[in-house]
């Protein structure tokens, strides 16, 4: 027997979820195959569990300042790590319990399983057909764990494992100096973990201007010790793991990977699609439509690795639907936005700088001199704006604190296609962080005149 819908999503995360929604507008007749567990990569390994961490850690680090400037009387507070994981792991069930309970509530919508494809329009799942109209390809992506560390894997933690920790041991590297690399690593650090941090670059968390990089590392500086530059070996120390370059060696209990993710999709036989693969097995996606050829096979999420984070996630499985179902719904893009939660935070809004037209001019502005960052004692940080030589507001690159906040509002600026002029006509409180944007924006008024 061969079941027949109109649209087949594989993969319940973030997109296919989001997918699933939209095509509800138009169709009752889909069906989301996905082989567990439920819940999504944002909610149960991923963005959530993250940011407990994350929170937990700045609370244990804001009492030792504390406690170090004599606001705290007593001796030094100690740090309960697996009261802390146990806290992590409660929080992480809660967020991940609800996209588990709406994926299971649908019925025989949702099928369990691993499907392959035996035709761009023929799947099979457990042994039996389906034949869908349109399919869209949502599985995600996992961490990568490189081969040559085969010989310590049982030492080895990614952002899957880190959280179902019981306990975790005093000394750690991290290998990776990306968003994930750098939020857990600078949190195990506020926890008391002695971490050693690796990358392979000489840059942090993507940013692109000098200054900008400086800023962060010496922020991160007293939490970890940052080696750039430094491609790693890993050897069995007995009691512990190796890790080698090119400037020494140093002895640590357990080894977080963030070196990056990789597809989903063994097992789909990519290959039936009649389309070619590249290296990593996949297809290839027309950016703005997300599908694949003239085959009725789209792609959502960051399966594909075009825009790698949760909020476009759900727009693309949005995208994806709309395009499959030729709704005829506009589906435009937002203005890219990037945040990485260390503390200072890192935000990365609108067009790139290495990507800004001629006659485009940059303005900063260093939170060293701004009144509010001071009273928090958080003066570290810069912002950096961009505009066109109009005056319209292209770009932005921010350490700061509350970066997350002040770059949602340069995404929505830019969005609007707001100017520096009508910037500085919007209010600005006293005394707040968004000051510091007003002092970017002035300084951008004085070189477009």
């Known amino acids: ?46 963005c959530m569990p993250s940011k407990a961490l994350i929170h937990a850690a700045r609370d244990v680090a804001a009492a030792r300042e504390a406690w170090a400037r004599g606001h705290l009387a007593g001796d030094p507070p100690k740090v309960d790590i697996p009261a802390v994981l146990a806290h992590v792991r409660a929080l992480r069930d809660r967020f991940a319990s609800v996209p588990a309970r709406s994926t299971e509530k649908l019925g025989d919508r949702y099928m369990a399983g691993h499907p392959r494809f035996l035709d761009a329009e023929t799947l099979e799942v457990n042994g039996q057909r389906i034949r869908a109209g349109r399919i869209i390809i949502a599985t995600g992506t996992r961490p990568v764990i490189p081969a040559t560390w085969d010989a310590v894997a049982d030492r080895i933690l990614t952002s899957d494992t880190l959280f179902e920790q019981m306990t975790l041991p005093p000394r750690m590297a991290v290998v990776g100096l990306g968003p994930i690399g750098l939020e857990l690593g600078q949190a195990l650090g506020m926890l ?65 990977a963030a070196v990056g993710r990789r597809p989903n999709v063994e097992g789909l036989a990519l290959e039936a699609l009649g389309v070619p693969l590249d290296q990593r097995g996949l297809p290839s996606v027309d950016a703005d439509t997300l599908r694949v050829g ?46 990485v939660f260390t503390e200072p935070g890192v935000t990365r809004v609108g067009m790139a700088f290495d990507d800004l037209p001629p006659g485009a001019v940059s303005a900063s502005f260093r939170l060293s001199e701004q009144g509010r960052a001071v009273l928090m004692n958080r003066p570290d940080g810069v912002l950096h704006v961009d505009a066109d030589a109009r005056g319209r507001l292209l770009g932005a690159e921010f350490v700061a604190p509350e970066a997350e906040h002040l770059g949602h509002e340069l995404a929505w600026l830019i969005q609007q296609g707001v100017t520096v002029d009508e910037a500085l006509q919007l209010p600005f409180y006293h005394p707040v962080l968004e000051e510091g944007l007003r002092s970017v924006f002035q300084a951008l008024r004085r070189q477009l005149r």
């Open 1 to 46: 027997m061969t079941r027949r819908v109109d649209l087949v999503i594989i993969g319940a995360g973030t997109a296919g979820l989001s997918a699933l929604k939209e095509a509800g507008r138009h169709t009752g007749n889909t069906l989301i195959i996905d082989p567990g567990p439920l819940g999504t990569t944002c909610a149960r390994v991923g």
């Open 294 to 339: 003239d085959t009725p096979v789209y792609f959502a999420g960051d399966v594909h690795g075009l825009r790698p984070l949760m909020h476009e996630a759900a727009d693309e499985g949005v995208i994806a639907a709309r395009q499959a179902l030729d709704s005829g719904r506009d589906s435009d893009r937002r203005t890219p936005l990037a945040i």
């Open 192 to 256: 008391g973990i002695d971490i050693q941090a690796f990358g392979q670059g000489d840059r942090l968390a993507g940013l692109q201007r000098d200054d900008s990089n400086v800023a962060l590392r010496s922020a991160l500086d007293p939490y970890m010790a940052i080696h750039t530059n430094a491609a790693v070996e890993l050897q069995d120390a007995g009691d512990g793991v190796r890790v080698g370059w090119a400037d020494g060696a140093v002895v640590v209990d357990r080894v977080l």
